[in-house]
C-alpha cells in the first residue's frame, strides 16, 4: 500500500508542532527524530483510515485528521521512550547515545515533557 505522501505529512506535522523555542531544544528535538523508526504507529492509523465505511459505496476523502492523530501517536510514543531512556539509564536507543546519554537526564525529562504536552 500507498504511504509515502501521507508519511511526509506527518513527519511535517511533527516537525511543525514539537520545534522548541530555545536553540538546546531545537537541537534535541532534531537528534530525536533524526533516529526515527518504521512509524510502524502513523502507518496503522493510516491504514486503518481508510478502510471504508460498511455501508458507503462511494470513495473516502483523505482525511487530515487521521495524519493528526498518526502525527500524535508517534509523537507521545517518542516522548514515552525518552522517558523509559531516563528510567532504564538507557545508554543507546536505534543504535546511537539516547538521549539522556547524550544530554542529560534533566534534558531528556524537559524534552519528553514537552513532546508529552505537545
Same mark, same amino acid.
Given at each position: 500500500?500507498?504511504?509515502?505522501?501521507?508519511?511526509?505529512?506527518?513527519?511535517?506535522?511533527?516537525?511543525?508542532?514539537?520545534? +522548541?523555542?530555545?536553540?538546546?531544544?531545537?537541537?534535541?528535538?532534531?537528534?530525536?527524530?533524526?533516529?526515527?523508526?518504521?512509524?510502524?504507529?502513523?502507518?496503522?492509523?493510516?491504514?486503518?483510515?481508510?478502510? +471504508?465505511?460498511?455501508?458507503?459505496?462511494?470513495?473516502? +476523502?483523505?482525511?487530515?485528521?487521521?495524519?493528526?492523530?498518526?502525527?500524535?501517536?508517534?509523537?507521545?510514543?517518542?516522548?514515552?521512550?525518552?522517558?523509559?531512556?531516563?528510567?532504564?539509564?538507557?545508554?543507546?536507543?536505534?543504535?546511537?547515545?539516547?538521549?539522556?546519554?547524550?544530554?542529560?537526564?534533566?534534558?531528556?525529562?524537559?524534552?519528553?515533557?514537552?513532546?508529552?504536552?505537545?
Amino acid at each position: 500500500m500507498r504511504f509515502k505522501p501521507e508519511l511526509e505529512m506527518v513527519r511535517e506535522m511533527i516537525e511543525g508542532t514539537t520545534v +522548541p523555542n530555545c536553540d538546546l531544544g531545537r537541537e534535541v528535538s532534531s537528534y530525536v527524530y533524526q533516529g526515527q523508526g518504521k512509524f510502524l504507529r502513523p502507518r496503522l492509523v493510516i491504514l486503518s483510515s481508510r478502510v +471504508p465505511k460498511p455501508f458507503s459505496r462511494e470513495p473516502l +476523502p483523505e482525511d487530515r485528521a487521521a495524519l493528526r492523530v498518526a502525527a500524535s501517536m508517534e509523537i507521545l510514543h517518542t516522548a514515552s521512550l525518552v522517558h523509559d531512556d531516563v528510567v532504564d539509564k538507557a545508554s543507546t536507543r536505534r543504535g546511537r547515545p539516547s538521549v539522556n546519554a547524550r544530554y542529560g537526564d534533566d534534558v531528556a525529562i524537559l524534552v519528553a515533557d514537552s513532546l508529552f504536552a505537545q
